[in-house]
C-alpha cells in the first residue's frame, strides 16, 4: 500500500481503496444501501450472510458489524465471508482506518483477532453473533473452494479498467452460483460490461445514483441462481436440518466439548452425553500446534493446511473460553485436559448428562436415544467419541484403528514446550514427556518400560535439559482412536449399503456413468479419529460441523472437505474394486472395524 495524500492506494492497481471524498459514506451509500441491509437485518431471525470481493481495509466489514449490532435481531448471527489476495499488515490497515476515529474501537478488536497473514481461509471469531471468513486467495480460487450461499454480496474490487480480473464474467457467474434464493448484490461500477455480465449471470440489474463524483452504481437481485452440483459427486452434503432441530453430542472429551460449545455459542441447545473421568481425559496436559510444519516434497498437504488453520482456531477458542486451562507460547500452547472439558461445558445452552447411551434406534423422523436414568428424542446426533458406541455400530463402520499409549512425568524442569520423537510439556516443577504408540491396543495398563524409554528419548533429543537424570513421577495411559491418512473423519455419516449399490460402478472410472447424489443416515454426524492431534484439531472441527448443521459458510476449502469426508475410504475401495467395508466381518459383528491399511 502506498499514499496519495491521504489516500490510501494499491501500488500494482493505481487506485485507492476508498472514495477521496469520504471513504466510510461511500461505502454506506453503495454497500449497505444498495442492499437495503439496515431493514434486512432487523428482519433477520437466524442467520444472515454477507459475501465481498476485496476485503481491502475492513472498511466495509467494519460499518456493516456497526449496522448489525445496531439492528439485529438478539439470536442472529452474521457470517461476513472476503476475498483478498493481497492483505495488509496490520499496521497499514490501522493507519488507513484512523480516518473514522468512531470506529476506531472496532478496527481495533479487529487487528487483535486477525491471525498471521497466509495463505487460504482464515475463519475468525468476533463476537457471539459475528464471525468473519477470510479468503486470502485470487479471487478465481477463492470463489471455487468455499462453500457459500451468501444473501448479499459487496462487489469492491479496484476498478475493472485496472483489475478486470475481478470482474470476468466467470467470476461473476460463480458470484450468483454462490448466492441463496433472493440474493442481493451492489457495486460502485456501472461499467457496461459488468452490467451485462451481471444480467448474464443470471441477476436482474438496476442502475442507481452513485456517490459522489460517481453518476451510477449498480445493485440489483439475483434472478436465477444456476445450479450447483459438488465434485466428486459422492462429496456433496445432505440438505441442512430446521434450525428449530434438538441436537445430541455423543462423547465429552477435548473433542466432544469443543462441539458442544461451538453450538452453543451459535445459540443452539446441546445434550452432551459421556463421562468426564474417562482414562483419556486424565493426560494432564496436551499440546496444540500446527502440523506438521513444513512442506513435503509434494508440496503442501491437506494435513498442513488443516493443522495450521486448526492451530488458529484451537488457540482462539481455548484462550476465550478455557484460560486458566491454557498456556499459550509463540508457536504452540499447552491446555490442561480434565479442567478444559469443564470449563467448555459451563454454558447455560449445555446441558451434560454423565453417562453414554444404551441404545439408539432412527423411527423415520427422529433418533430416540436411551440411557440408565432415562431416554429422549433428538433430530440430530453428533458422534464425537474415541470409539463408536455399541448401539451406533450397525450405522457407523469405519476403517478406523485404536493407538494405546502413555504419557510419563518426570521431575526434569522445563521452561516451554518442546518437540522432536516425543513432546516435552512444563508440567508443575517438571515435565511431561508423550508419548508412546502401541497400534491396533486398546490395553490401559501402565507399562514402566515405556515410560523408561521415553526420559531416555528426551536425554536423547535435550541432552541440555537434565532428562539423563530425570525420575519418573507418574503415568497416565490413553487409547487414540486413528485413520489410515491421519486426519479426522468430519461429516454426514453415510449409508454404505446405498454406497455399495449406487458407486459400485466407479471400479469403471467416474465418466461411465452419471452417478446418484449420495444418500446418509438421517440426522448422523461424524466427528470422529483425531488421533492423537484431537486437542489441535477439535474446533475447527466443530466449526465445520456447526457450518454443516446450519447451512452457514464453510470454514473449510472444498477439497480439504472432501480430505476429511467420512466416505473417502469406501470411495477409494470401491474404486479398486472392493466393496465399501473395511471386512465382510464388520456388518455382522458390532466390534469396531480394525485398520485398512490402503
Given at each position: 500500500m502506498t499514499w496519495s495524500g491521504t489516500l490510501p492506494v494499491h501500488p500494482q492497481y493505481q487506485d485507492s481503496y476508498y472514495a477521496r471524498e469520504d471513504g466510510a459514506a461511500e461505502s454506506r451509500h453503495v454497500f449497505l444501501d444498495g442492499n437495503a441491509l439496515g431493514e434486512r437485518f432487523a428482519q433477520t431471525q437466524h442467520r444472515f450472510s454477507v459475501a465481498e470481493l476485496g476485503f481491502g481495509t475492513g472498511l466495509n466489514f467494519l460499518l456493516t458489524w456497526q449496522l448489525w449490532d445496531r439492528q439485529r435481531r438478539p439470536h442472529a448471527h452474521l457470517t461476513y465471508v472476503s476475498v483478498e489476495a493481497q492483505?495488509?499488515?496490520?499496521?497499514?490497515?490501522?493507519?488507513?482506518?484512523?480516518?473514522?476515529?468512531?470506529?476506531?474501537?472496532?478496527?481495533?478488536?479487529?487487528i487483535a483477532a486477525l491471525p498471521a497473514p497466509r495463505a487460504g481461509f482464515q475463519h475468525i471469531h468476533i463476537d457471539t453473533h459475528v464471525t468473519l471468513l477470510l479468503l486470502c486467495a485470487d479471487v478465481s480460487e477463492a470463489l471455487a473452494q468455499v462453500q457459500l450461499r451468501a444473501d448479499a454480496w459487496?462487489?469492491?474490487g479496484f476498478a475493472p479498467s485496472r483489475n478486470p480480473a475481478m470482474w470476468a464474467p466467470v467470476v461473476l457467474e460463480r458470484v450468483a452460483a454462490l448466492s441463496a434464493p433472493g440474493a442481493s448484490f451492489a457495486t460502485y461500477s456501472a461499467a457496461g460490461h459488468v452490467r451485462r455480465a451481471l444480467t448474464q449471470a443470471g441477476f436482474e440489474v438496476i442502475k442507481g445514483p452513485g456517490f459522489g463524483r460517481k453518476r451510477d452504481m449498480l445493485r440489483g437481485?439475483?434472478?436465477t441462481p444456476p445450479p450447483t452440483r459438488a465434485e466428486p459427486v459422492w462429496a456433496q452434503l445432505p440438505q441442512p436440518p430446521p434450525s428449530?432441530?434438538?441436537l445430541a453430542v455423543l462423547g465429552c472429551g477435548i473433542v466432544g466439548a469443543c462441539q458442544a460449545r461451538v453450538l452453543a455459542e451459535r445459540g443452539h441447545r446441546v445434550d452432551v452425553f459421556g463421562r468426564t473421568d474417562a482414562a483419556s481425559q486424565r493426560i494432564p496436559a496436551l499440546l496444540v500446534r500446527a502440523w506438521p510444519e513444513k512442506p513435503g516434497e509434494h508440496g503442501v498437504s491437506a494435513s498442513q493446511r488443516y493443522y495450521q488453520h486448526a492451530f488458529e482456531q484451537a488457540r482462539s477458542l481455548?484462550?476465550?473460553?478455557?484460560?486458566?486451562?491454557w498456556d499459550e507460547y509463540d508457536d504452540c500452547g499447552v491446555l490442561h485436559g480434565h479442567d478444559a472439558i469443564r470449563q467448555l461445558l459451563d454454558h447455560p445452552l449445555i446441558h451434560h448428562q454423565p453417562e453414554m447411551i444404551d441404545s439408539a434406534q432412527h423411527d423415520g423422523r427422529r433418533w430416540q436415544l436411551r440411557w440408565d436414568a432415562g431416554q429422549g428424542h433428538y433430530d440430530q446426533l453428533l458422534l464425537c467419541c474415541g470409539e463408536v458406541p455399541a448401539a451406533l455400530r450397525h450405522a457407523v463402520v469405519l476403517p478406523t484403528h485404536p493407538v494405546a499409549g502413555q504419557v510419563a512425568h518426570c521431575n526434569a524442569a522445563s521452561s516451554r514446550p518442546r518437540w522432536g520423537a516425543i513432546h516435552a510439556l512444563p508440567l508443575g516443577t517438571g515435565t511431561l514427556l508423550g508419548s508412546s504408540y502401541r497400534p491396533d491396543s486398546r490395553d490401559l495398563t501402565l507399562q514402566q518400560h515405556e515410560s523408561l524409554k521415553l526420559v531416555e528419548q528426551a536425554a536423547a533429543c535435550w541432552p541440555e535439559r537434565g532428562f539423563s537424570h530425570a525420575r519418573v513421577l507418574s503415568a497416565h495411559s490413553g487409547v487414540r482412536i486413528s485413520s489410515p491418512d491421519h486426519l479426522p473423519l468430519l461429516g454426514p455419516c453415510p449409508d454404505l449399503a446405498w454406497w455399495q449399490n449406487h458407486y459400485a460402478g466407479l471400479r469403471h472410472g467416474p465418466r461411465h456413468q452419471d452417478f446418484a447424489p449420495p444418500q446418509y443416515w438421517p440426522g448422523l454426524w461424524l466427528n470422529l479419529a483425531h488421533g492423537s492431534r484431537g486437542a489441535t484439531g477439535a474446533v475447527l472441527a466443530a466449526l465445520q460441523l456447526c457450518s454443516l448443521l446450519e447451512n452457514s459458510p464453510s470454514p473449510l476449502e472444498n477439497d480439504l472437505q472432501a480430505a476429511l469426508h467420512p466416505g473417502r475410504f469406501a470411495i477409494r475401495r470401491l474404486r479398486r474394486g472392493q466393496t465399501v467395508w473395511p471386512t465382510d466381518a464388520n456388518r455382522a459383528t458390532d466390534r469396531p472395524a480394525p485398520c485398512l491399511r490402503d
Open positions: 492483505p495488509l499488515s496490520a499496521d497499514q490497515m490501522r493507519l488507513a482506518l484512523s480516518a473514522w476515529p468512531e470506529l476506531s474501537a472496532r478496527a481495533d478488536r479487529l459487496f462487489l469492491d437481485r439475483i434472478s428449530t432441530s434438538t481455548y484462550a476465550r473460553c478455557c484460560p486458566q486451562s
